[in-house]
C-alpha cells in the first residue's frame, strides 16, 4: 500500500481511519475542504478539479460521500471512475445499515463501489455512539437532559466510531481485498431509555428519554429542510419497529478485539 486517501479525514470516522492507518504507518492523504496542515489535501466534492490532485499517486480510498445531499450518485460515480482510471485499486465505503439497496439516492452507492472498484468493502454501521457527544441532535439532548425521539422502545446496536474506524483500516490495509459488505454493530443493542439511564448513572446527570410520534419529531427537527427531517424520522419508526435491534461480531472478527460497550464509551466520553 503507497498511500490512502482518507474522504472526511476531519470527521468523526475519517480523523480516526486517518489515525489508525498513521500507526500502521501508512501513508494517508487527508481530504477536507479547507486544508491547514501537512499531509492535508484540498477536497470538494462539488469542484472537480480537485479530484485528480487528491487521487494521484494513491491506491485506496476510504469514501465518505457528500453529506445533506438528497442523491449522492451524480458526484460519487464520476470520481468513482476517476479514480480507478488513476490507479486507485481499493474502495472502502462508508454505507449505513439503516439504508437497503431500494434506498434512492444512498441506496445505490454499494452497488456502485462493488462494480466500479476492483476491490472493495462496504461498511455498514449501525448508529454511532458518538452521536451522543458533539454535533447532533442526540448530544444536545444528553446537555438539555432529555433526548427525545420517535424510536418509541426499539434497540439500537450502537457503535463506536473507533470500532468502525478499525474494521476501515483492515479493509483498508489487509493484503487480502475483503470484497464484501461488513455490518457493523456495537457489542449489545438498547433503547434510548436506557442509553439515557446509563448516561444517568454514570456521570451523574439526570438524562431522559421522551419518545413521541414521527410527526412531532418532524416539527422538532426544524432546522433541516422538511424532507431531510421527515427522512430522519423515518428512521426512528424502522428502529421502533425493530430494524435495528440486532448485533454482529464483525468487529472483534475483523480486528481481533471486542467492540466498546456503550457504557465504557459514556465512561471516557461524557463522564468527568
Ligand atoms: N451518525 C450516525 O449514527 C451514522 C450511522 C451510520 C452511518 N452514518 C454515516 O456517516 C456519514 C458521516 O460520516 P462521519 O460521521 O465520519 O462524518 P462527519 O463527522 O459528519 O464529517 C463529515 C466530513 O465530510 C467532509 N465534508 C463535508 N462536506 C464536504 C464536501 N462538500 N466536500 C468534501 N468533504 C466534505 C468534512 O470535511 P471538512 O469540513 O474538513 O471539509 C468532514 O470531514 C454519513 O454518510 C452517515 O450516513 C452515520
Redo the contacts with the bound molecule.
Sequence with gaps: MREVLV????????SRVATGLAERGVSTRR????PRAPGQVR????DPGTHRPALTGVDAVYL????GVADPVPLVEPLLHEAVESGVRRVVL?????LNEETPGWGALPGLVRTVSPEWTVLR????M??FTGD?PVADGVRAGEIVTATGSGRIGFVD?GDIAAVAVRALTDERPHDTDHLITGPRALGYDEAAAIITEVTGRPVAHRAVEARELVARLSDYPPEYAAFLAGLDVAIADGAEDRVTDTVARVTGRPARDFRAFVSTELAG
Excluded at 125 to 128: I, K, V, Y
Aim: glycine share 12%.
Design positions: 474522504i472526511g479525514a476531519t470527521g468523526t470516522t475519517g481530504a477536507t475542504r479547507t477536497f470538494e466534492w462539488t465518505i460521500a457528500p453529506i462508508l454505507g449505513f445499515s439503516a454501521p449501525s448508529w454511532f458518538n452521536n447532533h466510531a
